[in-house]
């Protein structure tokens, strides 16, 4: 720890094991004149190796105290670093082609992943460590119990898969439960087309809103029954048992508008 205190509100667990870190950069592969940006470079585990294979790499880190070590540590021609909230920051910015690592901070993990996917267009990968659970969210497939709007508002974007898990013993402090590292892969132009992303984001919330209820129930103040049907969708299914295609075709036929 380099006699750093860790910071529980900045979800502060560094990765303390180098056979993890050498797999993590493995996994990325970074080459040279890749456009990198690490979420949270912290203590630097994964910074040093990434800028010894590629020699530059940018970084967003929100805790000044270790804003501070990395500028002490590393050149400005070795870290561009932005003291920042990732959360707010504006990643366009980077420019296009962007690959993006982090060994996120679990307690935002979802809102940063939501905010990340809004530069789904300029964005190459991303190689990001997670809470386990919420990479098995990711990955669920219809039908079951991890399945939910966290599986369908990223899977309408990228193509997810997960790498390998890192167990708790790899970090210090070591957090109460296993990581794992998942890759997202932006679909681009085979992205479900459609015709309002508001209304998509809205019409899947509601849908898990309430997951016991039928569609015709959680989606009542959005959809009737017959607009339902017209997607070909049964208002007695619950919103779990919809595939991506599914959503995406039913907030169509609701842009339509066409109120039957
Ligand atoms: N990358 C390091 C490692 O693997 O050892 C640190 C990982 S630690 C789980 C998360 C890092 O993200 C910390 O350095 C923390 O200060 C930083 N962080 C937390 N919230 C942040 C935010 N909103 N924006 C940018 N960085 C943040």
């Known amino acids: 720890m380099h006699g750093h205190q860790a910071r529980k509100r900045f979800g502060q667990n560094f990765l303390a094991d180098a056979h993890y870190v050498r797999r993590i950069v493995a996994a990325v592969d970074p080459q040279p004149g890749d456009n990198v940006v690490e979420i949270g470079p912290g203590l630097a585990a994964l910074t ?5 294979r590629i020699g530059h790499v940018s970084a967003v880190e929100i805790d000044r105290d270790l804003a501070a070590r990395l500028r002490a540590r590393f050149t400005p021609a070795q870290l561009t670093l932005h003291e920042a909230d990732a959360l707010a920051f504006d990643f366009a910015s980077f420019g296009p082609r ?21 530069y789904d267009s300029m964005l190459h ?52 439960v296993e990581s794992a590292l998942a890759r997202l892969v932006p679909l681009h132009d085979e992205k479900p087309s459609l015709d309002d992303e508001a209304l998509f984001a809205r ?19 959005l959809a009737s029954t017959q607009q339902l049907e017209a997607a070909g969708i049964l208002p007695s299914a619950r919103g779990e048992t919809l595939a991506l295609g599914d959503f995406a075709r039913l907030a169509n036929v609701l842009a339509a508008g066409s109120v039957l």
Not at 48 to 52: F, N, T, V
Not at 99 to 113: A, D, E, F, K, M
Not at 154 to 172: D, Q, S, Y
Request: hydrophobic content about 50%; overall charge positive.
């Open 98 to 118: 962007l690959r993006v690592v982090g060994n996120l901070p679990y307690n935002i993990s979802s809102p940063l992943l939501f905010h990340l996917a809004e």
């Open 125 to 176: 990968d991303l190689h990001v460590m997670l809470q386990k659970e919420v990479v098995a969210r990711m990955t669920a497939s219809p039908g079951t119990a991890d399945y939910g709007r966290l599986t369908v508002m990223l899977g309408a974007k990228f193509r997810i898969t997960r790498l390998f898990v890192v167990p708790a013993g790899a970090f210090r402090p070591a957090p109460k």
């Open 203 to 221: 019409v899947v919330a509601a849908a898990f809103a309430q997951r016991r209820k039928t569609l015709r129930n959680a989606l009542s103040a």
């Open 48 to 52: 040093g190796d990434l800028i010894e």
